[in-house]
């Protein structure tokens, strides 16, 4: 066999290699990240009652992966304008009260 030879099995071989490992580095992920979310249960999830801004802004940084820059959130009150502190409940500043 000469060294051509050699090298191409060689190069074949470890490319497999690296194919497989990838594959199933990308199943864990996938396996992971579904296990994580629970499925489809938590897309389009809507915001509870109870959630703080500070609270939105915390998921919306950490979702996105926005933790290198500064991430703010600004959310006024539907009628009068003004700013909701980060602390209030947002269910104390709804548009319209909610049906139930």
């Known amino acids: 066999m000469t060294q051509a030879q050699v090298m191409k099995r060689m190069k074949r071989s470890h490319w497999q290699a690296l194919e497989r490992h990838l594959k199933g580095a990308y199943s864990e992920g996938v396996e992971a990240g579904l296990a994580r979310a629970r499925g489809a249960g938590r897309?389009?999830?809507?915001?509870?009652?109870?959630?703080?801004?500070?609270?939105?802004?915390?998921?919306?940084?950490?979702?996105?992966?926005?933790?290198?820059?500064?991430?703010?959130?600004?959310?006024?009150?539907?009628e009068s304008g003004r700013r909701i502190p980060s602390r209030d409940l947002l269910r104390d500043h709804l548009a319209e009260p909610p049906r139930g």
């Open 43 to 78: 897309r389009a999830r809507t915001i509870r009652g109870d959630a703080t801004v500070e609270g939105l802004v915390r998921i919306i940084t950490r979702h996105f992966g926005l933790d290198r820059y500064k991430f703010e959130v600004r959310v006024v009150h539907p």
